[in-house]
């Protein structure tokens, strides 16, 4: 039996980490989901839709859930000083897990999920040395290139100043989502500075610096409806030779999904592919344990 979703506070390095956490007893493994900019990790706890919801999804499923709220956001909001930097941030995210989970079962190891700019601090994470400890990451709303319109819009974006079509790049075509979640009851009220620079920095320096560090297998996500970044397959052809170090990049494609592919009508497809691949990274690494 899997509990239900329950908020946790713990304290990493004198920082306050906030998360939304659901653990199954005996876990199989634990995942570790990341949220983009702007929102919170409810982003992963589709409000009024459980089916939806990748926690309680993956706890009914066998897995210990962890939604973390992303360096700068929740409880860790006040403190821009601890966050600047991103070995700070990735210090951050594995000292919350950590502390999390402290005695708990763990299973096979810890899976690393992000979204958007999420994925930042996803990749960060795996291209660390702790980081090829890892079952395996999922990438999903990110991308080498922008679309051109998206890229000109970008150039004008703020923390303060949200452009005019923004919300079109992230939320439509609308139908794919619950009409109360386009009432951004899903969004935070404020960003971390770095992000700034974090998503001017992303596509041209820090995605092809990190992705070649990545040595744990990678499964990558695309939207049908995806708007905001260049999802043809040469620019998958792309990404996939930047991954040249993981033993496996695996490219899913969720059909009538929009950016935000976990809070949409398919997120409950989208997660059990995740939850698969999972499942796949699990078993590779027992294969090699018997072998070795």
């Known amino acids: ?105 763990s299973g096979a190891g810890l899976f690393v999920m992000g979204h958007s700019g999420g994925c930042e601090l996803t990749m960060r994470m795996a291209a660390t040395e702790r980081g090829a400890e890892l079952l395996g990451i999922e990438l999903a709303g990110t991308g080498r290139h922008y679309h051109p319109a998206a890229r000109e819009m970008l150039k004008t974006a703020t923390r303060e100043r949200r452009p005019s079509g923004l919300r079109e790049l992230l939320w439509h075509p609308e139908h794919l989502y619950p009409p109360e979640i386009l009432t951004g009851i899903t969004v935070s009220p404020t960003a971390p500075a770095y992000e700034d620079q974090m998503v001017s920095d992303w596509a041209r320096q820090t995605f092809p610096e990190l992705a070649p560090a990545v040595r744990v297998p990678v499964h990558f996500s695309i939207a049908e409806h995806e708007k905001v970044w260049q999802t043809d397959d040469s620019a998958l052809t792309e990404i996939a030779g930047l991954f040249a170090a993981a033993p496996r990049f695996t490219v899913h494609r969720q059909q009538d999904a929009g950016h935000n592919i976990s809070l949409g009508h398919t997120a409950a497809d989208y997660h059990a592919k995740v939850l698969a691949f999972v499942e796949e990274c699990m078993a590779d690494d027992a294969e090699e344990e018997a072998a070795g």
């Not at 659901?22 to 900019?37: D, M, Q, T, W, Y």
């Not at 982003?43 to 089916?51: A, M, R």
Request: hydrophobic share 40%.
């Open 1 to 105: 039996m899997s509990a239900a979703p329950r908020s946790r506070l713990v304290i990493v390095d004198g920082v306050p980490m906030s998360a939304v956490v659901a653990e199954a007893e005996n876990p199989k493994a634990v995942i570790l989901a990341i949220h983009g900019g702007g929102t919170t990790a409810m982003y992963f706890d589709c409000p009024g839709h459980p089916s939806y919801s990748l926690l309680r999804t993956g706890a009914a499923a066998g897995f210990t859930v962890v939604a973390l709220d992303r360096p700068g956001y929740g409880s860790s909001a006040p403190y821009p000083e601890a966050m600047v930097e991103g070995e700070q941030r990735v210090n951050l995210a594995y000292g919350a897990i950590d502390r999390i989970i402290g005695e708990r079962p």
